[in-house]
């Protein structure tokens, strides 16, 4: 059983193209993430969500939007996508905010040409 | 300051040996630290956490903590070449989980 599952895995898109990005968890946490990892490996959060309700959200462009329709979810909808968008997105969730470790989906990697 | 800084790597040890991965973090009121490990291409896997001052042993890895000296190391001792991954160290910070730049570890057969 998967506990943290998105989709996709593989995103090629051109620049200027809207796609989004799908996240569910089954471990039962009230904390969702996304994290951004660039070429260099560096993990960066970019939005937190507990319960359904924007906690973090890390001086992320407004072209990206998440939403948390229920706390099992969270999608990632990005607009007008740019080159410097590539990188693979991983979601995540956690039993708290906080101290909790994170468990993490196998991550999407979007490649924007 | 970085939130949470790793030694750079990378760093190649002969399969036998020990491996050490230090990380130094910024937030004193820290409480709880990850270590992940990460295989190219894949997500990042939790393989220890450390609450107290001092050693915690699972397996092959044995986690170092110093709150005082906000020093949280690594060792992966008789190194496997399966043990080849880049390790990243996290730290709690605002609601967030931090995470260090990685080490990647080579281990020679």
């Known amino acids: 059983d998967t506990a943290v599952s998105q989709t996709p895995k593989y995103l090629v898109t051109q620049m200027g193209n809207d796609k989004s990005i799908k996240c569910e968890q089954n471990?039962?946490?009230?904390?969702m993430y996304w994290y951004k990892q660039d070429s260099k490996k560096f993990l960066k959060i970019m939005f937190s969500?507990?319960?359904?309700?924007?906690?973090i959200n890390e001086t992320v462009p407004n072209r990206f939007s998440p939403k948390s329709p229920d706390k099992a979810h969270l999608n990632l909808h990005i607009n007008s996508l740019e080159l410097g968008d590539s990188a693979v997105y991983f979601c995540?969730?956690?039993?708290?905010?906080?101290?909790?470790?994170?468990?993490f989906g196998n991550g999407t990697r979007l490649t924007v040409t | 300051q970085k939130e949470v800084e790793q030694n750079s790597g990378p760093l190649s040890v002969p399969e036998g040996a020990i491996a050490s991965l230090n990380c130094t973090y910024s937030?004193?009121?820290?409480?709880?630290f990850f270590w992940y490990r990460q295989y190219s291409g894949k997500s990042p896997e939790l393989i220890m956490s450390?609450?107290?001052?001092g050693d915690k042993e699972d397996g092959r890895f044995t986690a170092q903590l110093n709150k005082a000296s906000q020093y949280v190391s690594l060792l992966i001792r008789d190194s496997q070449p399966s043990d080849s991954a880049t390790y990243l160290c996290?730290?709690?910070?605002?609601?967030?989980?931090?995470f260090g730049a990685g080490t990647t570890v080579t281990v020679r057969a």
């Open positions: 995540a969730s956690s039993h708290r905010t906080g101290n909790s470790p994170l468990h």
């Open positions: 996290a730290v709690p910070n605002d609601y967030k989980l931090s």
């Open positions: 471990l039962g946490h009230d904390t």
């Open positions: 450390i609450y107290s001052n």
């Open positions: 937030d004193r009121g820290s409480q709880s």
């Open positions: 969500y507990n319960n359904k309700e924007l906690i």
